[in-house]
């Protein structure tokens, strides 16, 4: 079955401990990305990536790192997370080549709580 | 990227037809129109997209008008389980295009009551 697979799908941590949210595509997607998700502000995007080892910043990077070594995984890291880092993630892909019926799809999300 | 402005939120009943209009009157040439779902707690699902007219699936309809400054999304014949948040999304998806940083406004919450 085609899909996104983020990982935790839950997750509560502390100031300050380095964390990092995994995302993997069976689909062969050349393009992935980082949303978060906040009540009244809906998705922002945080870090995409067009292909192997090309990453680039979203609306909002600050505070987050992305590595894509690998053209199935896009792991989210968070090296000191802080309180206004609690949201809910989205990870997501797409083929990335363009045109018609280019659609992003979503892995089940991650909800992220920072103490 | 051309920035989009959708209403807050709409009501309905089920059976009857929901028309969410999104406007986005900086959109550019190349631009595509692409229409998101999204359930609580879950990640967003592709509805449809199109570029200019009338783009029609077994979910939805999508109207673009000739100056391509609106478009509206419309539902048939909705049932409860339509209840969701409804996100217009406006770019380029070329592959080498800015769109790549493709951002989502605030959607419309969408409740059909029975």
């Known amino acids: 079955e085609a899909q996104v697979t983020q990982n935790p799908r839950y997750l509560i941590t502390v100031t300050g401990k380095k964390l990092t949210v995994t995302c993997s595509q069976n689909?062969?997607?050349?393009?992935m990305s980082w949303y978060r998700q906040d009540p009244g502000l809906g998705l922002r995007q945080i870090y995409y990536?067009?292909?192997?080892?090309?990453?680039d910043k979203g609306d909002v990077p600050e505070g987050y790192k992305v590595s894509r070594k690998e053209k199935r995984n896009f792991p989210l890291i968070l090296e000191s997370p802080s309180p206004n880092q609690t949201s809910l993630y989205f990870c997501a892909s797409r083929t990335g080549t363009g045109g018609w019926n280019e659609k992003l799809f979503f892995g089940s999300g991650t909800q992220l709580s920072v103490l | 990227l051309a920035k989009t402005t959708q209403p807050i939120s709409m009501d309905s009943y089920e059976g009857q037809e929901v028309n969410i209009t999104c406007s986005h009157n900086?959109?550019?040439?190349?631009?595509?129109i692409t229409w998101y779902q999204q359930f609580p707690s879950q990640g967003p699902r592709f509805i449809i997209q199109?570029?200019?007219t009338k783009v029609t699936n077994e979910v939805a309809s999508l109207f673009i008008p000739a100056d391509r400054k609106s478009s509206t999304l419309s539902l048939p014949r909705v049932s409860l389980s339509d209840t969701a948040v409804y996100y217009c999304?406006?770019?380029?998806?070329?592959?080498?295009?800015?769109?790549?940083?493709?951002?989502f406004g605030g959607g419309t919450r969408v409740l059909v009551k029975p």
């Open positions: 990536s067009m292909n192997v080892e090309v990453t």
């Open positions: 689909m062969n997607h050349e393009y």
């Open positions: 999304l406006v770019g380029d998806i070329g592959v080498k295009a800015a769109g790549n940083k493709l951002t």
């Open positions: 199109g570029y200019k």
């Open positions: 900086n959109i550019a040439t190349n631009d595509y």
